[in-house]
């Protein structure tokens, strides 16, 4: 790792995009023992939790947009691991048996995932960052939908 500093580490929109590509490497390395990718595993994760959820639901609890959690739900029960079902005008996503086997394993990667990041950054550091940086999502975000 070159320890030199960047001309543009002082800008949080390069921090924080260099940050995320490092802890994606270490989150797509822990979740390998799932045979998912972080995003879909942790859509199982929610779903497995929250029997019923739907894509709406998943969509806030994920901060993604809805049309990348409809494709991940497609993905998903293509792969046999959630199923959806339609309930008046609504849609609600249910895990399947294979699924729910899985839950001991997700639940490992993301105690791996983060014993991996807390061992290089400190437990009392990374959860203190990750307040932070939470905290500042959501100012962002509100500030954001404001002005939109």
């Keep these: ?65 809805p049309s990348t959690v409809t494709r991940l739900i497609e993905k998903m029960e293509h792969r046999g691991l959630v199923k959806r079902s339609s309930v008046g005008r609504a849609t609600e996503v249910h895990p399947t048996k294979k699924s729910l086997e899985l839950k001991s394993v997700l639940k490992k990667a993301w105690q791996n995932l983060f014993k991996r990041y807390t061992a290089i950054l400190g437990e009392k550091q990374a959860k203190e960052l990750t307040t932070k940086v939470y905290e500042a999502f959501l100012r962002l975000d509100q500030e954001y939908i404001t002005n939109d």
């Design 1 to 65: 790792m070159n320890n030199q500093k960047n001309k543009y580490c002082g800008c949080l929109y390069y921090s924080a995009n260099a940050f995320a590509r490092i802890m994606t490497k270490i989150a797509e390395e822990e979740f390998a023992i799932t045979g998912l990718a972080p995003s879909y595993a942790l859509l199982l994760m929610s779903v497995n939790e929250q029997p019923g959820i739907q894509p709406k639901s998943l969509s806030e609890h994920m901060q993604l947009t």
